[in-house]
């Protein structure tokens, strides 16, 4: 049974960092994508980040600049660093993985396969 567990959410002063980890279970993930999504009350769905399974990392413009994914395929594990966090980053936290073997990391939630439960970052100003 596929699991993802997200961790590393919480409550930050804006301007702070936080890392989130998500770590996969039940299969091995090396060949797939992996990304992180949000969504905060009231809105859609978002993307964030994505790193493919080459190691291609794809970052959203609205969170470029302060926002690294990166990925450990040995620990089957995809983690977002987020520095000078804002208060518009408020949401919940979704990691996903999907786009076996795509040569580019999907950017639509409707191309991944697997779903976290989710964490909650809030970020106060």
């Known amino acids: 049974q596929v699991q993802l567990v997200e961790s590393g959410g919480g409550l930050v002063q804006a301007g702070g960092s936080l890392r989130l980890s998500c770590a996969a279970s039940g299969r091995t993930f090396s060949s797939y994508a992996m990304g992180w999504f949000r969504q905060a009350p009231g809105k859609e769905r978002e993307f964030v980040a994505a790193i493919g399974w080459r190691g291609l990392p794809y970052t959203a413009d609205s969170v470029k600049g302060r926002f690294t994914i990166s990925r450990d395929n040995a620990k089957n594990t995809v983690y977002l660093q987020m520095n000078s966090l804002k208060p518009e980053d408020t949401a919940v936290y979704y990691c996903?993985?999907?786009?076996?073997?795509?040569?580019?990391?999907?950017?639509?939630?409707?191309?991944?396969?697997?779903w976290g439960q989710g964490t909650q970052v809030t970020v106060s100003s």
């Open positions: 996903a993985v999907g786009g076996f073997l795509r040569s580019a990391a999907p950017v639509e939630a409707n191309e991944y396969d697997y």
